[in-house]
């Protein structure tokens, strides 16, 4: 959604629901939207509008492959920020298969609209996880034995020195990454010790075509944007990304713990001209935990966080299938029923 509009006197291109819009700058991002409102663009979005009797899904389809953006890129003017040639993009050649391209187009957009109920789906876990996390770790107002808002209900608090804040009495603190290691070993994510593992991934040795990491895990991006993301699958890792392996059980606080305390890290800690953070301050990012016995607080949001990545694993299952099938579905060596 557009966070602010132009002044009312302004030139716009216009588009209509069902045209679809590619991004001139910089193909090679591959964004692309399939407008389920009329509106308008600047002059870096083309509009494409299927021709009567054709049908736009199948044009969408098209637009979605690597081969056209591969062929714009051909023809791109720009080093730092390129730009598509607007005649040189009217040139691309596409097949003309009239009978098939309903069919076509609809299982592309099928499988774009499962994409996008999931992707909605995990930002609403998330947020739902989010909102968890700030009511009972933050505001310590998680139900007490009677059900009630602990903090509000008169719930005894005391004060931590290392948080510099008020806890509820009787929880302790612990940093995120008490265990450091550096390197893959160990990288199946087994923690037998109980302990966080904590892995950065710069080894000489790392091989291309084996992935170090496996499993569920925090990634911390060290410089640029300082992003926060969780994963689950198999994976390699960047230098300056640091991989947080936390127990089951603090998986989530951990994940909204360093999600919190990056934003101090903005700025970055080290570095002059490239700013990037390091083992330390990962080190300083502290987690309040509730006794062992209250496990009330840590189910319902790792459930909200794990269903969000395997939704995250059928999403990009389905890219792949689409990829892989679409080419085919184009040269007529399948067809859909």
Not at 186 to 209: E, M, S
Request: net charge neutral; with cysteine.
């Amino acid at each position: 959604m557009a966070s602010n509009l132009p002044p009312r006197r302004c030139q716009l291109t216009s588009f209509r629901k069902g045209d679809i819009l590619v991004s001139n700058i910089r193909p090679y991002l591959k964004k692309i939207w399939m407008a389920d409102v009329d509106g308008g663009c600047n002059a870096d979005v083309l509009v494409f509008r299927a021709r009567k009797n054709h049908s736009p899904d199948f044009v969408y389809a098209i637009l979605l492959q690597d081969a056209f953006y591969d062929y714009v890129m051909k023809g791109a003017k720009g080093s730092k920020m390129p730009r598509g040639d607007k005649e040189q993009i009217m040139r691309y050649e596409i097949p003309v298969r009239n009978p098939a391209e309903e069919s076509i187009g609809k299982f592309v957009v099928d499988i774009m609209d499962k994409i996008s109920v999931l992707g909605r789906i995990n930002s609403n876990l998330e947020a739902m996880a989010r909102r968890l996390y700030d009511y009972w770790f933050l505001q310590c107002d998680f139900p007490d034995k009677d059900g009630k808002p602990y903090r509000s209900s008169g719930g005894r608090m005391e004060w931590n020195e290392k948080l510099k804040r008020d806890i509820p009495e009787g929880w302790s603190v612990l940093p995120v990454a008490s265990s450091i290691k550096t390197g893959n070993e160990d990288a199946n994510f087994a923690t037998p010790d109980g302990a966080y593992h904590f892995f950065t991934c710069a080894q000489q040795t790392l091989r291309c075509d084996a992935e170090a990491f496996r499993g569920s895990a925090i990634l911390i991006a060290g410089n640029g944007d300082f992003n926060v993301k969780h994963y689950t699958g198999a994976f390699n890792a960047y230098q300056r990304t640091y991989v947080l392996i936390p127990e089951t059980e603090y998986y989530g606080l951990s994940y909204f713990a360093s999600m919190d305390k990056i934003s101090s890290f903005k700025s970055g800690s080290s570095g002059s001209i490239i700013k990037y953070i390091t083992k330390k301050d990962i080190e300083s990012i502290l987690i309040a935990v509730p006794p062992s016995s209250d496990t009330f607080s840590y189910g319902i949001i790792n459930e909200c966080i794990f269903e969000c990545e395997k939704n995250s694993i059928q999403i990009e299952a389905l890219q792949r299938l689409r990829d892989n099938l679409l080419p085919l579905l184009m040269n007529g060596q399948i067809t859909i029923c």
